[in-house]
């Protein structure tokens, strides 16, 4: 039952090899389970996941809508590198969340429908944390059942199960075990076919989409390098040890050419960051906001200890309300908290600590487990707050509790070896016994998963959410002009959340979010080809989301968001605002609500925005913007100066635009003295997301004005000749346009793009050198 010698193995690379059939075995099982947690009607794509995040769904605000835009481009041949739709406009691809260069992205979406590719995604991530970490078993020198046992109580806990929804996330975290899996068999083998093996994973946890987990498995496995650098190596090989310098060599090198490969998604990003609200990183207090408090420890032995979020339920008489009701004092998110992996699994932990003398490896695993849940509290240990001052990079982040996720993998493996230590010692020649002991132990571990963590994630059927809700018929574009931009007003997000309260969480009927359905907000709008100002995304040109929050009046008295910027918004070329009848904005004057003819909950009303909006003018004159005397906050002070001249009462979008100076152009000419130019004609020839093409006529010289966010990798062209363009009125974008008859051309290449793909190209010659020139040294 037990393979090897557990005395012969050393640190984290022992002497065990991984069996192709026994991963195949374990593949096939994981892939069962998958359908005993979610169904096979998720599996065949009839169903999707539909749970909250706070006052929103990641999946349906975030994910899904994201997948829907980026698959749309894949089938058109190109990749979805800018999106028209949101806010205006954002750099899609240098957000990364979408994951738009991770392979199994480009395969799934690319061939397989949306709803089937993404839950294909979804539970092959499960599948693919199961597998590797059995793999990683195997190579500790586990049995099969102790791998499978590790693999189902890592890939079925409750920081898959829990983060299912985020897609990119468990995309990244499905990789960690590959990544000591490839670690460990090159410091114990020498062979450059495993640290090709770590390069390839490494690169695949850079592409996933999730900067973040990504992040933790690169401070993780620093320590996990360091750990094997300064550990002894296995005797059994042939030929000269490693030596500890040319193994830190080897582990520098394969981070290089994985950032290599990733280069093409890290340079955009990298671009983005830089213009981003995380630029100069978090504040300690923002970042340690969800810091795992230690009460809820208990939750490793108690899942819901604190209550379920999927299930909300008012006491008799209206009293108070249980959900997850977390720890008094705290901000509570079950699915940042709670990582149970069943209780199985921790005694055999425990088993294999105290009894398993003959596995050198427990020791370091129980290290890690330790380090991470540490990592985890954060701010209750005083460590957040010096990592947050020390480690390059820490202060970027929060959501600390995800380094559970080592404790979970650590613990996993050493469930493991509990088995196999149990095993031993019962055997005694009766094997039918051990084999009974083993499967009652694996349906055991199962069914406690099963039984606490399956029904966490509600799902509805694809139609009841993907079908077009009756709002998105006031917004329809007309062929080739640009679709009609709208904001949808829910300034505290109080619509999802209203939702969520009537249908008794997510667990339930969904009928009870239709009123979030109709205001299309928070990257929903994405689904049906809808312009929304506002939207969700952790990563954004900070400028367009100043613009977007410059939207919102705020009334004295109260100190509440109750209005509309109107002239914000007709600068932004807002025609329509759709808000609930509840919380309506201020002054404004709905003409229908929604749903149109049928008996709602919540009635969305559409609110015209007076005055003329547009996307385009011809602006005589432009100031230029210093940012002289303001000191640089959450804008720099030339933005800062841009956003104060175009919120102020007086400012008048067709007579004066505020430009801004851009390093390497020259410096742009004011205009004339006039108050308006002559009656001009602008008309939109096409309108796509990456080209944009308008033909205009005017007597006048002026300032061709365009509500659409200026960013690098833009640029426009005038009768076929390349003229400079300027960021103009915070969002906008504007060039200097003489009178007469023009083509004007806007074309968005992003140059961060191609230089990552050239490195890429490096670092993928460099790999296949590392491959052609060296032989595996395998005792």
């Not at 260069?101 to 993404?118: E, H, K, M, R, V």
């Not at 999730?210 to 933790?216: D, E, F, L």
Request: with cysteine; net charge neutral; hydrophobic share 50%.
């Amino acid at each position: 039952m037990v393979r090897g010698d557990h005395e012969q193995g050393s640190a984290l690379g022992a002497t065990g090899r991984s069996s192709l059939p026994v991963l195949v075995m374990v593949a096939v099982i994981a892939g069962l389970v998958t359908l005993l947690f979610f169904g096979v009607d998720f599996a065949l794509g009839r169903r999707l996941l539909f749970s909250n995040d706070m006052q929103y769904s990641d999946f349906w605000h975030l994910h899904y809508p994201l997948k829907h835009f980026y698959a749309e481009a894949l089938r058109e041949g190109r990749l979805a590198q800018w999106c028209h739709l949101l806010g205006t406009g954002v750099p899609l691809h240098a957000v990364g969340e979408a994951g738009m260069l991770y392979p199994p992205n480009l395969l799934l979406f690319l061939i397989a429908p949306l709803p089937i590719a993404t839950n294909l995604s979804i539970l092959g991530h499960l599948v693919l944390a199961t597998v590797l970490t059995a793999a990683l078993a195997r190579e500790l020198d586990v049995s099969p059942a102790g791998a499978l046992l590790a693999g189902l109580s890592v890939g079925f806990s409750a920081f898959f199960i829990y983060h299912a929804r985020h897609l990119n996330l468990s995309a990244v975290a499905a990789w960690f075990p590959g990544l000591l899996l490839f670690m460990g068999r090159y410091w114990r083998r020498r062979s450059s076919y495993d640290l090709c093996g770590l390069v390839l994973v490494a690169a695949m946890c850079l592409l996933a989409g999730h900067p973040n987990i990504a992040y933790n498995h690169g401070l993780i496995a620093v320590v996990c390098g360091l750990y094997l650098a300064l550990s002894k190596q296995p005797q059994q090989q042939a030929g000269p040890r490693l030596s500890r310098g040319r193994f830190v060599l080897a582990m520098l090198l394969a981070a290089a050419l994985a950032v290599g490969l990733s280069a093409p998604q890290l340079l955009p990003s990298l671009e983005l960051h830089r213009q981003g609200p995380r630029q100069g990183g978090l504040s300690l207090a923002y970042a340690s906001e969800f810091d795992l408090h230690p009460a809820y420890l208990r939750t490793w032995l108690e899942p819901h200890r604190y209550g379920r979020a999927d299930r909300f339920q008012q006491s008799p008489g209206g009293g108070a309300a249980a959900g997850f009701t977390g720890v008094e004092g705290e901000t509570n998110l079950q699915w940042e908290a709670v990582a149970y992996m069943g209780l199985t699994p921790l005694v055999l932990a425990l088993f294999a600590l105290l009894f398993a003398r003959g596995r050198p490896q427990r020791w370091p695993l129980m290290g890690l487990a330790v380090l991470s849940i540490a990592l985890a509290l954060g701010r209750h240990l005083q460590l957040g707050a010096i990592l947050h001052e020390l480690v390059p990079g820490y202060r970027l982040f929060r959501f600390h509790p995800r380094f559970q996720l080592y404790a979970v993998v650590a613990i996993g493996l050493l469930a493991g070896m509990g088995l196999d230590e149990l095993t031993r010692r019962v055997a005694g020649g009766r094997q039918k016994f051990v084999s009974v002991l083993c499967g009652v132990l694996l349906l055991m571990t199962v069914g406690d998963l099963y039984v606490h963590l399956a029904d966490h994630n509600g799902s509805a059927e694809v139609t009841r959410w993907t079908q077009p809700p009756d709002s998105v018929a006031a917004v329809q574009p007309e062929a080739g002009q640009p679709p009609p931009r709208l904001l949808s007003f829910d300034p505290e997000q109080r619509v999802f959340l209203r939702g969520y309260l009537r249908s008794g969480g997510w667990s339930h009927s969904v009928a009870g979010y239709e009123p979030a359905r109709q205001l299309l907000r928070d990257n929903y709008n994405l689904l049906f080809d809808v312009a929304q100002a506002e939207f969700y995304l952790p990563l954004y040109p900070q400028r367009t989301r100043a613009a977007v929050e410059s939207l919102y009046m705020t009334r004295a008295s109260s100190g509440r968001v109750d209005g509309v910027h109107l002239g914000m918004a007709r600068l932004l070329g807002i025609e329509l605002v759709l808000a609930s009848e509840r919380g309506p904005p201020a002054g404004m004057h709905s003409v229908v609500s929604y749903p149109r003819g049928r008996p709602a909950l919540e009635s969305i009303a559409a609110y015209p925005v007076p005055g003329s909006p547009a996307r385009a003018l011809l602006v005589p004159r432009a100031r230029l913007a210093s940012g002289a005397g303001l000191n640089q906050g959450f804008l720099p002070a030339v933005q800062m100066e841009a956003l104060l001249a175009v919120t102020a009462p007086d400012f008048d979008e067709r007579a004066e635009l505020v430009i801004e100076q851009v390093p390497g152009l020259p410096s742009p000419v004011t205009g004339g003295d006039s108050a308006a130019v002559a009656e001009a004609e602008l008309s939109f020839v096409s309108y796509e997301a990456e080209r944009v093409v308008m033909e205009t006529r005017s007597d006048d010289s002026g300032w061709l004005f365009l509500s659409d966010t200026w960013y690098p990798g833009w640029s426009a062209w005038v009768d076929g000749v390349s003229v400079p363009m300027y960021p103009a009125n915070l969002a906008g974008r504007a060039l200097w346009l003489p009178a007469g008859e023009h083509r004007v051309e806007y074309v968005f290449r992003s140059r961060s793009l191609r230089l990552g793909v050239v490195a890429a190209l490096i670092a993928l010659a460099g790999l296949l050198v590392l491959v052609l020139r060296s032989r595996p040294k395998i005792a």
